[in-house]
């Protein structure tokens, strides 16, 4: 705090100052923002310097629908320079306290959070409420380490309790240990993985273990441009299948070995790069499907030849360049029966430009899309003399010369159309600060539109970020999602967040708040309606949070305001 500035501070009965230690402390202690008393503290340590040190954090006050008042008034322990922990009691007038923690270690070759939260005989639930996370990423020499383990005990906990934790939230919550030795030319890597799920979504297959190799070469012949590439892949695949029938409840083991070779010819106006892989994968099955076999090999060999050209022209008296390239991407793949094969780790990728100029339609190693195709794909950019770009656009379609008769699932019909559906992009740097994005997919036969994904994002400066985004899909949905942040008064700002799903006429999300920040403090005030994930009852809520920046600031996770465009980055470069 400046000297002389009261826009908030402490009164008190005692007061003591300890300027060698660099904190003060004082008992029966009234917390003031302006006139207005907001919190009582009967013994309250409070730092007179920039030293971190243990003490109160600023604390976070809200009311909802469904948890009713919440308070959390963290307290930082400063143990050693490089271990420190955060103990949050989290009340929540409806339901009880939980008590959320975080512990943080550093050394030399990691750094790891250990998250908990526990909240006994939750009165609304009627039950215990616990959740625990573990983060590590290490790093020595060659090596590197991660461990990423997220468990709650129920489906609901994430949308029930409002934990300031940082953790995430998926629908599948990641259980990982992995560890890697990275060279320049090759990675090796041995990851256990594993999942909770915490929605009605049929649980992924778990990796135990899976161990794979990955590399590539480019000097192997002396006076050759030709690149070698390979994947070596083991995994053993697990899930309980007591629930479920037919390929989906086959369990197993997979090897998959990817050897490739490339020749690029390269020009400064063109480039060719004709490419042979080979898919192999061996699969030994558990509870295969009656009358199919239990030990399947698929040698499969890809053949492509990608190729492009690159024509320039200058387009005005300043210098702007307009390119134009046109690309060709050759592909044959023969068909392999791979209907008694499950998908262990497959799904197909969505329909986009890029997708078009993919050696396999297919995500990871279980499919093995069979065509023989050319996609004639043309792009234009436009770049300002210092090469930064303006503007950009691109069409493709591929051409089919046969049927793709492998399919994700066995009982789908072979896909028989000639053609492919059209993929557009196209983007505009209108301003430094203004861009607009769009990719759409026009149907073959008559070109109507299908798809559109179109974006406006303006940022003149951190402060300052509005999105605008409509995602509209035939039949299927039709969406919005405006977010902002924007000062509108000398340190007065508003920030917010808006999803409309327009086809069923809800608001998923809905959020508006206002925020105050001097050089002092800071506070936000929120109203939040939302649709929790999952759930059918909307909830609503009215949060505070505050911020004395004399007194430090405790990180609040996945909190309710990250979900805004620009917000985190925003607060990491703390420019405001």
Request: charge should be negative; charged fraction near 25%.
């Amino acid at each position: 705090m400046s000297s002389g500035d009261e826009s908030w501070k402490i009164n008190a009965d005692e007061v003591v100052l300890d300027p060698e230690e660099g904190f003060g402390t004082a008992k029966h202690a009234t917390l003031r923002i302006g006139d207005v008393p907001v919190f009582y503290y009967p013994y309250f340590t409070f730092p007179i310097d920039d030293k971190r040190r243990s003490g109160f954090l600023y604390p976070t006050m809200g009311y909802s629908d469904g948890d009713g008042l919440e308070l959390a008034t963290p307290y930082y322990f400063n143990i050693a320079p490089n271990i420190d922990d955060t103990l949050t009691p989290h009340l929540y007038s409806s339901r009880g306290l939980s008590l959320d923690n975080e512990l943080r270690y550093m050394n030399s070759y990691s750094y790891n959070v250990l998250s908990t939260a526990y909240l006994p005989n939750d009165r609304k639930a009627d039950e215990d409420r616990w959740l625990v996370d573990a983060q590590h990423r290490g790093y020595q020499g060659n090596w590197r380490s991660t461990i990423d383990y997220t468990r709650v005990s129920d489906d609901d906990y994430f949308n029930d309790l409002n934990t300031g934790l940082e953790v995430n939230r998926q629908d599948h919550l990641d259980q990982i240990a992995q560890a890697r030795y990275v060279t320049d030319n090759w990675t090796a890597t041995a990851r256990v993985q594993s999942y909770q799920t915490i929605t009605s979504a049929t649980q992924p297959y778990r990796k135990l273990p899976q161990i794979s190799l990955k590399g590539s070469q480019s000097d192997l012949v002396d006076g050759s441009d030709l690149e070698l590439e390979y994947l070596a892949d083991f995994t053993s695949f697990e899930r309980d299948n007591d629930n479920l029938i037919g390929i989906d409840r086959v369990n197993g083991q997979r090897v998959h070995l990817q050897p490739s070779v490339s020749i690029p010819f390269r020009w400064p106006w063109a480039y060719v790069t004709p490419k042979a892989t080979l898919w192999s994968s061996q699969y030994k099955l558990d509870d295969q499907v009656a009358g199919e076999s239990d030990s399947i090999s698929r040698t499969v060999g890809v053949f492509s030849v990608d190729s492009g050209l690159s024509f320039e022209r200058t387009v005005n008296e300043s210098g702007m360049i307009q390119t134009l390239e046109p690309r060709l991407f050759a592909l044959y793949v023969p068909e392999e029966d791979q209907t008694a094969i499950p998908n262990f780790d497959t799904a197909e990728y969505s329909f986009t430009y890029s997708s078009l100029f993919r050696e396999n339609r297919f995500s990871g190693y279980d499919k093995i899309g069979d065509t023989q195709q050319l996609t004639l794909g043309l792009s234009s950019g436009f770049y300002r003399s210092n090469g930064s770009e303006v503007a950009r656009m691109g069409i493709a379609q591929a051409h089919y010369f046969a049927d793709r008769e492998v399919q994700l699932e066995s009982t789908t019909a072979a896909d028989t159309s000639k053609r492919s559906n059209v993929a557009l992009e196209a983007s505009w740097n209108v301003t430094d600060a203004l861009r607009i994005s769009n990719d759409s997919e026009l149907d073959a036969s008559d070109y109507h539109l299908i798809e559109n994904n179109l974006k406006f994002s303006y940022s003149p400066n951190i402060n300052k970020v509005f999105t605008l985004g409509f995602r509209d899909r035939e039949d299927t949905r039709e969406q919005a999602d405006l977010s902002f942040i924007w000062p509108v008064a000398k340190n007065w700002s508003v920030l917010g967040r808006w999803q409309e799903d327009i086809r069923n006429n809800t608001t998923p999300e809905a959020l508006l708040g206002v925020e105050y920040s001097d050089c002092c403090w800071q506070v936000r005030v929120a109203a939040r309606e939302y649709l929790p994930s999952g759930s059918t009852e909307r909830d609503s809520g009215i949060y505070v949070q505050f911020v004395l920046k004399g007194l430090g600031a405790f990180g609040q996770g996945k909190g309710l305001f990250d979900n805004i465009t620009g917000f985190e980055e925003r607060e990491k470069q703390n420019d405001y």
